[in-house]
């Protein structure tokens, strides 16, 4: 077996670090704008609609990443369409996030006050109108928090994409711990890796939280 | 592709499916009893600052909600006999969710117990409560129905997390599915129906624990 | 149209053309069209695949994929894959062939062909040096770790007394894990692999208690696809004569080719 320097460890763990950023970068923002139409889908006053947003909920809340990710790679070829690992874990990560970020801002839409709805369609709104000026404003307050909150869970979650064959984090990790034997001291950074990643996040979620409190106190 | 879908090979291991199932369910159960347990302490004492645990508190929940499960699964697995500790893969697996769901849960609950308005605390502690009776009788229950969706949401999170627990050779659900698709090769049949099983059970959990909530939250409002 | 029911029916269309288009495949055919064989190895399993210092695949799975490339006069093309998705990639015609100590068993057979034997596996059980597990029916009542789906999983589990405890790891490096930090006491894998690990470690001792059996590995191909099976054989076959699969064996397992080869 060959030795592994502390350095080309490191220096490969970063390559891998860099992959998961990428992923979580591509799953948050295109998670987010899927999310965005579920969201007006969960919300909106046509039934079908609000069915199909909680079935999609239900569904990508209710399984496994790991086996989404699955049946979108190879199930996908099976359909004779044959996607790249990177297409693939993009697409199902975006799925995945879109379907938690819909129901974290459902909630925000729903804390805000049934009164405010009632005010805005008094002031002869229509529906659309209601929602852009006056709901959505007031629930983009409580969702900053939880939504920063959630890129953590995405960070995490890139891990299982290694299924796919993705050379992330994880996958870079358990490479290297089978090369050099020593799982501990590499797990240990992978560990590591993740909480430079997600500790920052975690502090951001946590300084808006007050800030935005501070400011809905005033 | 010419791949032809066989299911029928999948009904011999249904003892194995079965028993996946009861055991992800286990997990969870054990999970969910005790984290919630730890997450309410630890919320009460990050809610009023309770130092030095407070720190320390916070410590735990940043180093745990910052670290992939599966890591500090293997921490506890593979990690502690280095130090003298040795826990089989259920006990090692029960105790990676506890810790996991407590440091969420303890996230949770302390926004529930800062959002109680103090008047409430004020008004059990002029009723001469101590600090504890007043934590358990005024303030928790409100809280925890505050927050009861958000932990409902984690609950499933968990029980789907608890997947990796295979990776520790402990036999839960997709212990079963990677057992059974790699005796039979049918890897995508396998994972189908494992993925309907997940889908189930997260249905039913949330749904039971909604009822749950419900009936917490009718508690509070029957009593005087 | 609806956008769901845009969905089904183009992923229908899909569906409809990928099967007509299967119908006239040749895998060999489109192997020489397309001047690549893509072959699927384990990253994680030396001395069969593991990596090298700059991360690509070596072992004896990767120098016969290469042998059989050079023999089809194409490149090659090699996909890491681990032994949760190695079968699905073969199944859906990202690779062309699985290179991956593939043992068989009449259930796997219903899913895949397999080539002749292209390597030996010798696999038994090992473990500290007190402990004394003379044979298979020594097992009863002890923990033993194995990787899952592996040969050495498949001999263990058909042979092993009902009271044996045995402990199914993801992958290798967990199996041996769990062996040197005291979670099961012994463990079943490669001979190979076990004298590898005997050169390493220090602290505990690994031995020999008894050899279960030595069970072949196949090339894994996908069904109805006789004329690469074909080749895949014939290519075996003469690599067998011209000792090149000898020279291979003898640069990973230390070991010439036992005589049934």
């Known amino acids: 077996m060959i030795e592994f320097s502390i350095w080309t460890i490191l220096q490969y763990l970063a390559q891998g670090l860099g992959w998961t950023l990428c992923l979580s970068l591509l799953a948050f923002v295109l998670g987010g704008a899927v999310g965005g139409g579920i969201l007006l889908a969960r919300i909106a006053t046509y039934p079908l609609l609000r069915v199909f947003a909680r079935g999609y909920i239900e569904f990508f809340q209710g399984t496994p990443l790991l086996m989404q990710l699955f049946m979108v790679f190879f199930g996908l070829s099976l359909l004779g369409r044959d996607v790249s690992p990177w297409v693939a874990a993009g697409f199902s990560l975006t799925l995945y996030s879109a379907a938690f970020l819909a129901e974290i801002w459902r909630g925000c839409v729903e804390a805000v006050d049934r009164g405010q709805w009632e005010a805005a369609a008094s002031l002869a709104m229509s529906r659309w109108e209601q929602l852009r000026h006056v709901i959505l404003p007031q629930a983009l307050r409580h969702a900053v928090t939880p939504t920063v909150g959630f890129s953590v869970q995405i960070v995490k979650g890139t891990a299982v994409t290694s299924i796919i064959g993705m050379t992330e984090l994880t996958k870079t990790g358990s490479i290297l711990a089978n090369a050099t034997l020593q799982p501990f001291t590499i797990f240990g950074m992978v560990g590591l890796g993740y909480f430079l990643l997600c500790y920052p996040l975690s502090r951001l979620a946590h300084y808006l939280e007050r800030k935005l409190n501070v400011l809905a106190a005033h | ?224 | 149209m609806n956008p769901r029911l845009r969905f089904l029916v183009s992923a229908a269309l899909c569906c409809g053309l990928s099967f007509s288009a299967a119908a006239h495949a040749d895998a060999l055919a489109n192997i020489k069209k397309a001047g690549v064989l893509r072959v699927a190895v384990p990253q994680d399993f030396p001395p069969f695949g593991s990596v090298g210092a700059d991360l690509k695949p070596q072992g004896y799975d990767i120098d016969v994929a290469a042998m059989l490339a050079r023999d089809l006069g194409v490149k090659l093309a090699l996909t890491p894959v681990t032994s949760a998705n190695r079968v699905p990639f073969l199944t859906t015609g990202k690779v062309d062939l699985v290179i991956s100590s593939l043992g068989k068993n009449p259930e796997r057979e219903k899913v895949l062909d397999f080539s002749v034997a292209y390597a030996p596996f010798y696999n038994g059980v090992f473990g500290p040096a007190g402990a004394s597990v003379a044979n298979v029916a020594a097992l009863a009542g002890k923990t033993i770790a194995v990787t899952r789906g592996s040969v050495e999983d498949l001999e263990l589990s058909k042979v092993a007394p009902a009271s044996a405890v045995i402990k199914r790891f993801e992958d290798n490096n967990s199996t041996v894990s769990a062996y040197y930090s005291g979670q099961v006491q012994l463990i079943a894998t490669g001979n190979v692999v076990a004298a590898a690990l005997k050169k390493r470690d220090t602290q505990k001792s690994l031995e020999t208690k008894f050899l279960i059996k030595d069970s072949p590995c196949f090339i894994g191909i996908n069904k109805n696809e006789p004329q690469l099976l074909a080749r895949v054989n014939a290519a075996v076959a003469s690599a067998r004569k011209s000792g090149e699969l000898n020279r291979i064996s003898l640069r990973w397992l230390n070991t010439p080719l036992p005589a049934a080869f």
């Open chain 2, 1 to 224: 592709m010419a791949y032809q879908f066989d299911f029928s090979g999948i009904w011999e291991y249904r003892a194995e499916l079965a028993a996946g199932v009861v055991h992800t369910l286990a997990l969870t159960g054990v999970g969910t009893v005790f984290g919630l347990l730890v997450g309410v302490v630890g919320g009460a004492v990050r809610g009023w600052r309770v130092e030095p645990y407070n720190r320390l508190c916070g410590l735990y929940v940043e180093l745990i909600r910052n670290t992939p499960f599966l890591v500090q699964l293997f921490f506890i697995f593979f990690g502690l006999p280095a130090l003298g500790v040795h826990l089989n893969e259920w006990v090692a697996a029960a105790l990676a969710m506890i810790i996991n769901l407590g440091a969420y849960t303890t996230e949770i609950v302390r926004a529930g117990v800062q959002a109680t308005p103090r008047g409430q605390m004020e008004a059990g502690l002029s009723l001469a409560m101590s600090r504890r009776q007043v934590f358990w009788h005024v303030v928790l229950p409100p809280a925890l129905g505050r927050v009861w969706p958000a932990l409902c949401s984690q609950i499933v999170i968990v029980m789907l997390g608890s997947s990796v627990c295979s990776q520790i050779s402990a036999e839960e659900l997709t212990f079963a599915a990677s057992y059974i698709q790699s005796r039979n090769f049918r890897a995508f049949e396998t994972y189908i129906v494992t993925a309907v099983l997940y889908l189930l059970l997260a249905i039913v959990l949330r749904h039971l624990l909604n009822r749950l909530g419900a009936r917490l939250t009718n508690r509070d409002v029957a009593k005087p």
